[in-house]
């Protein structure tokens, strides 16, 4: 018996780090690199996938390589992304853009004239800047215009007011639509009106535009990963649950009190045991009817991490890059004790949906070597049968290469796609290609891929958006850690993830950040303080950077 209490301590001990890092996304390597530059090793990451990389993933197709996640680097200049891309070679900095003709075209296949796409498209981009502004001044919008799509409707309706044909109305409306069906996809909603018009400029645009890495997004992943030990990786191990304060800490403290604000007002704690008295910390000698084992747990001060499989893992604190959407569906059972009730509450609020890709992949070139995007002006995007109506949500057709189409769903059009085979998607795309184009010869494909993140269990959607209702400082609300008692100087359970950057949610160095930043919070006090953490940057990048991270 004493033998079996023996080693079953033994267990714990071996499974016992000074940090336990929960996802092998990028926010959770940014962390990993993070302690590895700074000369600490002592921590584990678990992966719930048999991979690494979260929503960063590229497959092979036949003739092709493509990415399912991540695409595009948002932004040049104080992007640690880019920074990181250009230091390992994968983008180089002299880079020619290919032209890039659109054309739009109505469901008869009649293409829109040049110069009314690109009227209408500047008065789109017109008003989605004036919505961004509600946010950095105080004037308020109009009565009643709660969400960004209400907002932007109304503006079109005032412009096509002047317009006395009803033709030229029309169509112009159609782009209008066609515009706000590509804003869903970029924001990550089922309609504009489910994104707050108040908080559109939130979000931080960094310039220099989208960069794409030409061997493809997933190439990060080697920068990101060739430091870090292979038995530092534990994949296929989906954690069940956090335990980051003991049963006996849990049953002392006030259920009202799920958590309280400290002094140091980015401290949520749970009820300081200082403050029990001796009587009931004695437990009514409970603790003597506990196993040997249950007593190393309640005797652990740091956090318990039990994953799907059985394994345990100790560690002293916890860095969770769990996405949105699996809090969304699991954070109530996912932390013992429960989560402060205003992190429940601003997980619901934000808006974590669906956006998915369809590749089509031709063994021959059919388009017009000019033409790089065609936009499909649907005429009725309303019908009750999602069946007869999802691919009408589809804006338009990429050409990535001449032999590569790209199509972009959003929203419950997207769940719906998820349902269904590639084979009956391929030959709905080419019904819509022949329509649009009014070309009955354009051929079926031969590999058809669409990808599935809201089904996927460990993402369950794709990105944050701040839906009408939320606010940045939910953002905020999610990324405050967790700390045990108000006397700890170092947090219990920290939080890192695009959800949790509050300028950059929905991106990539978003999550970079937010990583990095969880890890400098745990090595704080015992270094000094760096600036930047991205590798052969400027100084001016050095500068912004350290702005971002220090704000």
């Not at 049963?247 to 009190?257: F, G, I, L, P, Q």
Request: aromatic share 8%; with cysteine.
């Amino acid at each position: 018996m004493g033998d079996e209490n023996l080693n079953s301590r033994k267990k714990c001990e071996e499974h016992k780090y000074n940090v336990v890092i929960i996802g092998g996304g990028m926010a959770g390597l940014a962390a990993a690199n993070h302690f590895l530059k700074n000369g600490m090793e002592d921590f584990i990451i678990l992966e719930a996938r048999k991979r690494i990389g979260g929503r960063i993933i590229g497959i092979p197709l036949k003739n092709h390589h493509v990415e399912l996640g991540a695409n595009y680097i948002h932004g040049v200049l104080g992007n640690p992304i880019y920074e990181l891309a250009m230091a390992n070679g994968l983008i180089n900095i002299i880079n020619i853009p290919k032209p890039h003709k659109v054309i739009a075209a109505t469901e008869d296949g009649k293409q829109v004239p040049f110069g009314v796409l690109h009227e209408i498209h500047e008065a789109y981009v017109c008003f989605l800047r004036r919505c961004e502004e509600y946010f950095l001044c105080q004037y308020l919008p109009p009565p009643d215009i709660n969400s960004v799509g209400e907002h932007i409707n109304l503006e079109a309706a005032i412009y096509l007011e002047r317009l006395p044909n009803s033709e030229e109305k029309k169509l112009r409306r159609l782009i209008f639509d066609c515009l706000l069906r590509r804003e869903t996809c970029i924001s990550g909603c089922n309609s504009m009106d489910d994104i707050d018009l108040l908080e559109l400029g939130s979000y931080t645009e960094l310039q220099g535009g989208n960069i794409v890495i030409p061997s493809g997004f997933s190439k990060i992943l080697g920068p990101m990963t060739k430091n870090i030990k292979p038995e530092q990786i534990l994949s296929n191990h989906p954690v069940e649950t956090i335990i980051w304060d003991s049963e006996r800490h849990s049953s002392m403290r006030n259920t009202d009190d799920v958590g309280e604000e400290s002094e140091d007002s980015d401290k949520t704690v749970i009820e300081d045991i200082s403050r029990v008295s001796t009587s009931e910390r004695a437990g009514d000698s409970a603790e003597s009817k506990l196993s040997n084992q249950e007593k190393f747990n309640s005797k652990h001060t740091g956090v318990q991490v039990m994953c799907e499989n059985g394994q345990k893992f100790f560690a002293d604190h916890v860095i969770c890059t769990i996405p949105l959407g699996v809090l969304k569906s699991k954070a109530n059972t996912l932390f013992q004790p429960s989560l402060p009730q205003y992190k429940l509450e601003s997980i619901d609020r934000l808006l974590f949906g669906a956006v998915d890709k369809i590749f089509l992949e031709y063994e021959r070139p059919f388009l017009n070597p000019d033409i790089t995007e065609i936009m499909l002006l649907w005429d009725n995007t309303t019908s009750e049968d999602m069946s007869k109506s999802w691919y009408k949500k589809i804006y338009s057709f990429v050409k990535v290469t001449e032999t590569l189409l790209l199509g972009w769903v959003s929203g419950k059009e997207a769940e719906y796609l998820e349902t269904l085979s590639m084979e009956e998607v391929g030959s709905t795309c080419t019904m819509i290609l022949r329509k649009f184009l009014n070309d009955p010869f354009v051929p079926e494909p031969q590999t058809c891929v669409c990808t599935n993140w809201k089904k996927q269990p460990y993402t369950q959607g794709s990105y944050t958006a701040i839906a009408v209702g939320a606010s940045q400082s939910d953002i905020e609300s999610l990324s405050q850690p967790l700390f045990r008692n108000v006397h700890d100087k170092k947090p219990v359970v920290l939080f890192a993830g695009e959800h949790t950057h509050s300028s950059f949610y929905s991106t990539v160095h978003g999550a970079y950040l937010s990583g990095q930043i969880a890890a400098r919070r745990l090595l704080a006090p015992d270094i000094e303080e760096n600036i930047l953490d991205c590798p052969q940057s400027n100084d001016l990048n050095t500068w912004i950077q350290g702005i971002q991270l220090d704000g």
